[in-house]
């Protein structure tokens, strides 16, 4: 079936320093990517919709500049997130709806120290 | 605004018994329904869908649009349904889901 590799899978920076987190659709071909956030004990939150091809849709509160998304073919999205800080520590998730459902990764734990 | 909300963080029943976990609804049009589960180490993976109206794992879930409710059930409950379970709802017009906290089952023998 349909599967989405994320990486890294876990990640720690220093603060100030920038992240990139991939997502690669394998045997398909992801035209959308939704990025997640989770924080600890609390739900999925949508941070982005990335689209290839054009730019991605931010959900309000979400720093664009802050949260850099790229999604530069069919099968790949990237998260950057730049200058980080340690309330950016969090669980970042990735999912590509499919013609079964949605394909989720298998996430990022970013730490930031 | 669409929100689901799941009151239970933590439900933990003995095998065998009943398990019913709890999902409630906020959205004005017609939504399409989710269960995701998330067992320890693995990635978030479909479990049901209402549309499907199937049987997966021994799990159902029934819209019930007047309670604006799509409740987990499974009748036995197996070591094995151990995991986090969330549900989700997508809205006509947003392809993003919007997913409740979670509830963690634990079965215990």
């Known amino acids: 079936g349909a599967v989405v590799s994320q990486h890294p899978s876990r990640v720690i920076c220093k603060s100030g320093t920038s992240v990139k987190i991939e997502c690669r659709s394998l045997?398909?071909?992801?035209?959308?990517m939704f990025w997640y956030r989770q924080f600890p004990k609390q739900s999925l939150m949508l941070m982005a919709t990335?689209?290839?091809?054009?730019?991605?849709?931010?959900e309000q509160g979400v720093e664009k500049d802050k949260f850099l998304i790229n999604h530069a073919s069919l099968t790949l999205s990237t998260l950057t997130v730049t200058s980080a800080h340690p309330e950016d520590s969090s669980f970042y998730i990735c999912s590509a709806p499919g013609s079964h459902g949605y394909t989720f990764g298998s996430g990022t734990r970013l730490t930031v120290v | 605004a669409q929100r689901v909300t799941q009151p239970e963080k933590l439900l933990s029943v003995f095998k065998g018994a009943p398990v019913e976990l709890k999902c409630n609804y906020s959205y004005s049009g017609s939504p399409e329904l989710f269960w995701y589960v998330q067992y320890s180490r693995q990635r978030l993976q479909l479990l049901l869908r209402?549309?499907s109206r199937e049987s997966i794992k021994g799990f159902t879930a029934d819209l019930n649009k007047g309670e604006t409710s799509f409740h987990l059930k499974k009748p036995f409950a197996q070591e094995e349904d151990s995991a986090m379970y969330y549900c989700a709802l997508q809205g006509s017009g947003r392809r993003a889901l919007t997913f409740g906290s979670g509830t963690r089952l634990q079965v215990q023998p």
């Open positions: 209402h549309i």
């Open positions: 045997d398909f071909q992801a035209t959308t």
């Open positions: 990335s689209n290839e091809g054009s730019k991605a849709t931010y």
